[in-house]
Each structure stands twice: as structure tokens, then as C-alpha cells.
């Protein structure tokens, strides 16, 4: 029976949005029948669901009347505005052309289409466009953000916060399937029921074998201190973000379903495989079936060998289900290929970089690998990834925050960046691979020509 481990590289110290998300908000084009009337000649650009617009600008054609008369102006934007109930104000004219316009009441979305295809009835407009209102990049406040590089540094990081400004996640479940995760304030918010799938009541540490309570109770065991190593994953996922208190996380309003399949001394291909059946939304025998299932499952563990046929019909099942297969590719600095269940089909396989954008020097290569993501390198503590933890030695203690290393902590990276994806527009798991790769940025240091998942 195959063991499986926690994908953390341990060193001295841790041991003592066609694009992911366009660059610019989806188009809204005028709609058919004004695109097709001869008097039309606007353009309509970025109406967004949920905005609200109380400021246009428009854009006469060069020769017009209206061009330079703003007596002319007037009578086409009164028109406009009659046959909609509302009044229009011209505010100033730009530098570059065109005249501000504001309307009289907030307009959303259907309102402002409508406003914007009367408007294109008169033949001498050249241009139509919303006013839209620009913010900064969305910053979390989180006051351990600053550091957490993996997120927003141009060499080694992702590019989130921009991503952010389209969106954080809401609506999808990520299950972590790992230790099980401990009680924390910059984590509880976002988590929801999970499942302790550890069938060894030895391993579990807990007692007794499956059941309800995903609780991580120590993984410690040869020697090392417990890792706490999927409460510091779920955090990357979806720490509770904007609270003005620790860390962040890359999808931070999905929620976070923990199952816990590791305990001391790993986790087995059984448990595991159940684990993503039921993950996924299918039927294991003696278990309540799961009523959330999750559109994405990370997996940070792993072992040597040839990918069983267990594992790949439980990846099967889970993909079949809709649900996308994030999985570490392991750290012995090797070929994937030897390395399961990275070497699995129909998975992402997710290798490690460091702060300075190169392949990460433990992490794994090769043909099968997807993508890589931040994982860090701690032989500089600050270089690593910082994420939720827990203060215990063996058993749980008070709640903390850490530096860890390895693909364990590029795969939560990746797993977020799907939840963001499918919040945005649900995708098949081909889909959302394929997504990942094509968007995808070279790195600037040395990475055995592995691209790096790229949100914005």
C-alpha cells in the first residue's frame, strides 16, 4: 500500500483571468438592431453588470455641426434624453476630443445601454463611451501582506492584486485534501464542512478512524514536529483577506473545504482516493455523500512511483464531476514522471519557482508539468511563502503564521487562481488547463522552460 507525504521541502529552519482575466473589463457592443440602423455610428465600451453609470462621453465626427456648436450639441442630447425620461448636462470638452455628458440619475448596466443607443441614432456622433470610474489596483489590508511577495512582485510573484479588482472567488469551494487544519482566526470565516477520510485511527492521532472532524491533530512523527501543512495551504488558498489582520489569500472569498487524508507518518492511496471521490461530489460507501462539492481539490502530497489505477480513477471520476485537480509535482528535484500523483492524467501539475523567478532547486521537472507558481525558497526566511499556521510542537497550539517552502505551496497558488477562473465563468477542468498554459509567462531565471501561471 502506498504512503503518501506532505509535499513540504523541510530545511534546518522549518524544522527547529482567451486571457485568465482580460486586461481590461469585457466589452459590451452595442446591441444588433442599433449595430445594423444606418444612423448608428457609436461604439459602446465597457458597460459592466452591477456598475453604475451617471457620466458619458461623446464624441461628434470631425466636421460635424455639432463638432463646434454647443447649441448643436444640446438639441441631440435633449432628444436623447426625452425619449428616455431623463435630462442630460454637458460638463466640459477633453483634450483629446469629445464632450463629458452626465445624466440626471445613476444608470445601470440596461439603462445606460439604452441611453447610449439613443444617443447613436443621430449619425453624426462618431463615439459613445461610459465615464467609467478607475481605482487602484485593489490592495488588501491585511498587515502582513507586504510580506507576502509571492503575490504581487513583478520577478517571482503573480500579479494578483490587479486580478483582484476582477475577482476574489466567491462561490466556489476548493477542498485541500492534506492534514486536516486547526483553528484560526484569519482562516475560520472561510471554511466549510470537510471530512477526517484517515481510516488508521493511529495515523489519524484522533482516536478513532473516519469521521465528520476534519481536524488537524498533529502530523508529527519520525523525529520532525508536526507541520500543520494544510491549515498553511488552505490559508494561500483563501485566508480572510481585508480583515486588518495577518495574511492574505489568493482566492479569498471562496471557501475552503478541508479533507483530511494525512496524518503521522502520511496518508494511503485509499483514503486518498476516496477522498477525491467524495471531494467531487461522488459516493463512498459509509460516508453521507457531500452536498458541496468542491470545484477544485488541492493536492500538496505525493510519493515516488507510477501514477496506480486507483488514483487516476478517482482523478478520473472528480474531472468527469467537473471538478479541476491541482496536485504539487514534488520536491527531490527530479522528473516528474517518477513522481505520483503529479504523473497522474488529467491533473495540473504544478512545479515550484523562487523570489527570483527561477525553478525553485528542489522542485521537480519535466514533460509533465503544467505550470509553475510561487513556492519559495526559506534559506532566506522572507523568501519563502508566508501563510496561516499553528504554534504546536505535536498536538494543536495557539494560532501563528510562517515561511514555508516546496510545491506544496505552489500548488494552493494555482488552486486559487482556478477558484478565481471559475467564479468569473465555469469551465471544463481541459478548459481551465488549457487556460492556464496559455496565459502563462516565461520566467526570467532558469526553469527548464516551465511557464509560470500568469492572472493578469
Known amino acids: 500500500m502506498k504512503s503518501y507525504k506532505v509535499l513540504l521541502r523541510r530545511t534546518a529552519l522549518a524544522a527547529a483571468t482567451a486571457a485568465l482575466f482580460s486586461a481590461s473589463v469585457q466589452a459590451q457592443s452595442i446591441s444588433d438592431s442599433a449595430r445594423t440602423s444606418p444612423r448608428n455610428a457609436a461604439h459602446v465600451h465597457l458597460l459592466q453588470d452591477g456598475a453604475n453609470y451617471t457620466q458619458f462621453i461623446v464624441k461628434f465626427r470631425d466636421g460635424a455641426r455639432q463638432a463646434s456648436s454647443a447649441a448643436s450639441r444640446a438639441s ?8 428616455l425620461g431623463v435630462s442630460l448636462r454637458e460638463e466640459r ?7 463629458v455628458v452626465s445624466v440626471s440619475k445613476s444608470m445601470g448596466k440596461a439603462e445606460a445601454l439604452k441611453l447610449m443607443n439613443e444617443l447613436a441614432k443621430d449619425s453624426t456622433i462618431e463615439f ?4 467609467r470610474i478607475m481605482q487602484a489596483a485593489m490592495t488588501p489590508n491585511d498587515t502582513r501582506y507586504n510580506e507576502q511577495w ?7 510573484g503573480m500579479g494578483m492584486p490587479a486580478a ?3 475577482v476574489t472567488g466567491s462561490g466556489v469551494v476548493v477542498a485541500v485534501l492534506d492534514t486536516g487544519i486547526t483553528n484560526h482566526s484569519d482562516l475560520n470565516a472561510n471554511v466549510v464542512a470537510g471530512y477526517d477520510f484517515i481510516s488508521s485511527s493511529t495515523t489519524a492521532g484522533d482516536g478513532n478512524g473516519r469521521d465528520s472532524n476534519p481536524n488537524d491533530e498533529g502530523d508529527y512523527s519520525g523525529g520532525y514536529s508536526s507541520s500543520w501543512h494544510g491549515t498553511h495551504v488552505a490559508g494561500t488558498v483563501a485566508a480572510v483577506t481585508n ?16 479533507v483530511r487524508v494525512l496524518g503521522r507518518g502520511g496518508g494511503t492511496t485509499s483514503d486518498i482516493a476516496d477522498a477525491i471521490t467524495w471531494a467531487s461530489g461522488g459516493a463512498v460507501s459509509g460516508v453521507t455523500t457531500n452536498s458541496n462539492p468542491a470545484e477544485v481539490i488541492n493536492l500538496s502530497l505525493g510519493g515516488s512511483g507510477s501514477c496506480d489505477t486507483t488514483t487516476q480513477n478517482a482523478i478520473n471520476g472528480a474531472v468527469g464531476r467537473g471538478t479541476v485537480v491541482v496536485i504539487a509535482a514534488g520536491n527531490s528535484n527530479s522528473n516528474v514522471s517518477g513522481f505520483t500523483p503529479a504523473n497522474c492524467n488529467n491533473v495540473v501539475s504544478v512545479a515550484s519557482n523562487d523570489r527570483e523567478g527561477n525553478r525553485a532547486s528542489y522542485s521537480n521537472y519535466g514533460a509533465l508539468i503544467d505550470v509553475t507558481a510561487p513556492g519559495g525558497e526559506t534559506a532566506t526566511t522572507a523568501n519563502g511563502v508566508l501563510s496561516t499556521l499553528n504554534s504546536g510542537s505535536t498536538t494543536p497550539g495557539t494560532e501563528s503564521y510562517a515561511f514555508y517552502q516546496g510545491t506544496s505551496m505552489a500548488a494552493p497558488h494555482v488552486a486559487g487562481l482556478v477558484a478565481l477562473m471559475q467564479s468569473k ?6 478548459t481551465v ?3 492556464l498554459k496559455s496565459t502563462a509567462r516565461a520566467l526570467p531565471g532558469t526553469c527548464s522552460g516551465i511557464p509560470r501561471v500568469a492572472p493578469w
Request: proline content about 6%; hydrophobic content about 50%; aromatic content about 10%.
Open 93 to 99: 470638452t477633453l483634450s483629446v476630443g469629445g464632450q
Open 243 to 258: 480583515n486588518s489582520a495577518g495574511v492574505a489569500g489568493v482566492a479569498f472569498n471562496a471557501k475552503i473545504m478541508p
Open 76 to 83: 441631440v442630447f435633449n432628444t436623447a434624453a426625452a425619449a
Open 433 to 435: 488547463e488549457s487556460l
Open 150 to 156: 509571492h503575490y504581487f512582485e513583478a520577478t517571482g
Open 164 to 166: 483582484w479588482d476582477l
Open 128 to 131: 459613445i463611451e461610459p465615464d
Open 425 to 430: 465563468a465555469v469551465s471544463t477542468p481541459a
